[in-house]
C-alpha cells in the first residue's frame, strides 16, 4: 500500500454488492482490500476501527449490512448495531484516516404513500426496523465524516448471494406457477451496475476532493419502476429464452402475501441528482438483467450451463 497505489477498502466480504465492487473496482485498475466476518464485524465497532486505522485506506466504502428485513422486526438491535452504530464507526475512523466513505442505504427509509418518485429531500417515515437503522445510519455517518456518499438503493439482484432474482429462477424450475406480489412499486438495481457508479464516483472526487457538492445523499438505482410480479415476470420469460421453464407468474396483492415487516407500496426513487452531480444514470433494469441472466444462465437460446445447475441444484 503506497501513496501512489491508494487503496479502497471494502466492508462486506460475501454480499452481493461487495463482490460486485470487487470485481469492477480490479476491472478499473483499483487497489482493493476486502475485509468482512469473522475478522471484521460491525456489531463489534472496535472492530471495524481497527481494521481502518491499519489499513489506512484511501477510501472506505462500507458494502456490509444487516439485510433480513423480516428477521430485523424480531432482532433490532443486531440491526441497530450493524447499520447504525457499525456504520458510524467506519465512517468515524475513514474521517480520521483523512478517508472519504462510500455507504449505501435503502428506498425503505421512505413509506411509500408518495405517488411520485422520491427525491433525496423527501421526508423519511421509515415503516419498519431495517428502515429505521438504516435511516439512522445515514445520520449518523453525515454527523462524523462529511467525506460521505451515501447511496439510497433497492431491490439489488446479482449473480453473487442470495436475491429476489436467483429465487425466482430456481421457484420456474420447481413450480408451474408462482405467486408475486404485484402492489408494490420500486427499482429492481443490478448490483454490478451500483458497483460502476461507485467507480465513477471514485473517479470524480480523486479528481475534485473538496467540491462538496459530490458528497451526500444520493438515490442510485437502475431505471424504469416495476412491481415484484413485474420483475418476476420479466426474470421468468428472460429464463425461458435461455432454455429454461417457464412457469406462470401469478399477481398477487400484499395481503395475499403477509410478511413481518411491512414495505413501502411505492418506493420508486429518482435519480436526478446523481445525473445532475456526476452526469451518470444508471440504464434500465431490463438491460441489467440480461445481463445478469447471461451471466446465471448463459446466453439466449443457448442451453442452460452447468452453472446455472449448481448455482441453483
Ligand atoms: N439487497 C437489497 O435489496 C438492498 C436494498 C437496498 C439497500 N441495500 C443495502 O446495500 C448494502 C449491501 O447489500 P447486499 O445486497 O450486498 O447485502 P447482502 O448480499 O445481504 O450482503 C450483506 C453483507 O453484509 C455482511 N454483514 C452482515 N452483517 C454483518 C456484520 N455484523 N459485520 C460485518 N459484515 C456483516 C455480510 O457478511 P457475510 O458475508 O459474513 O454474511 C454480507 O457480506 C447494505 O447496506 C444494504 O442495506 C441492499
Request: charged share 20%.
Amino acid at each position: 500500500m503506497t501513496a501512489d497505489t491508494p487503496t479502497i477498502l471494502i466492508l462486506g466480504r460475501n454480499g452481493q454488492v461487495a463482490r460486485s465492487l470487487e470485481e469492477q473496482l480490479i476491472a478499473h485498475g483499483r487497489t482493493v482490500v476486502k475485509v468482512g466476518r469473522p475478522e471484521v464485524d460491525l456489531c463489534d465497532p472496535s472492530s471495524v476501527s481497527r481494521v481502518i486505522r491499519v489499513a489506512r485506506p484511501a477510501w472506505v466504502i462500507n458494502a456490509a449490512g444487516y439485510t433480513a428485513v423480516d428477521r430485523a422486526e424480531d432482532e433490532t438491535q443486531a440491526a441497530f448495531a450493524a447499520n447504525a452504530i457499525g456504520a458510524q464507526a467506519a465512517a468515524l475512523a475513514a474521517s480520521e484516516a483523512g478517508a472519504p466513505i462510500i455507504h449505501f442505504s435503502t428506498d425503505y427509509v421512505f413509506d411509500g404513500t408518495k405517488a411520485m418518485p422520491y427525491v433525496e429531500t423527501d421526508a423519511t417515515s421509515p415503516l419498519g426496523i431495517y428502515g429505521q437503522s438504516k435511516l439512522e445510519g445515514e445520520q449518523l455517518i453525515a454527523k462524523v465524516n462529511q467525506q460521505h456518499v451515501i447511496l439510497r438503493t433497492a431491490w439489488v439482484f446479482s449473480p453473487f448471494g442470495a436475491n429476489f432474482a436467483k429465487t425466482m429462477l430456481r421457484l420456474n424450475r420447481e413450480r408451474p406457477t408462482i405467486n408475486v406480489v404485484d402492489d408494490q412499486h420500486g427499482n429492481p438495481t443490478y448490483a454490478p451496475d451500483l458497483a460502476d457508479i461507485v467507480c465513477r464516483i471514485i473517479a470524480r472526487l480523486s479528481e475534485s476532493p473538496s467540491d462538496q457538492n459530490n458528497f451526500g445523499i444520493f438515490h442510485a438505482v437502475n431505471n424504469s419502476p416495476t412491481t415484484w410480479c413485474g420483475f418476476a415476470q420479466a426474470i421468468v420469460e428472460g429464463a425461458a429464452q435461455r432454455g429454461a421453464p417457464h412457469a406462470t407468474v401469478n399477481p398477487i396483492t400484499t395481503k395475499d402475501y403477509p410478511t413481518k415487516a411491512e414495505r413501502p407500496k411505492y418506493s420508486v426513487l429518482s435519480t436526478n441528482k446523481l445525473a445532475k452531480v456526476y452526469g451518470v444514470r444508471l440504464r434500465p433494469w431490463q438491460d441489467a438483467l440480461s445481463d445478469a441472466l447471461d451471466r446465471l444462465i448463459g446466453r439466449r437460446n443457448e442451453k442452460p450451463s452447468h452453472r446455472l445447475q449448481q448455482d441453483f441444484g
